[in-house]
């Protein structure tokens, strides 16, 4: 398999889980690492309010949150 063929087929690939966040723009990089909001360990990268996360915590975040919305619903409607 080439390298073009393997990135066409990923290029297709359905996305599974939790959506995932598009964080390859500058602005979620910072020359300094920080501890992470949600586990602690140091990232040089910065969520949508420039809060030091990386990636998959925030990704797993708001997996979650979206997981707790759906089960506040349900409660609600029942
Ligand atoms: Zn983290």
Redesign the pocket.
Known sequence: MTARARRSTSAKAPVAGPALLDWRDSSHWSSRPAP??????D?QLRDSKWK???K???EEALAQQAADAADAYRKDTL
Do not use: I, M, V
């Not at 992470?36 to 360990?41: K, L, Q, S, T």
């Open positions: 992470c909001r949600y586990c602690g360990f990232t030091p996360a990386h998959t915590c925030a």
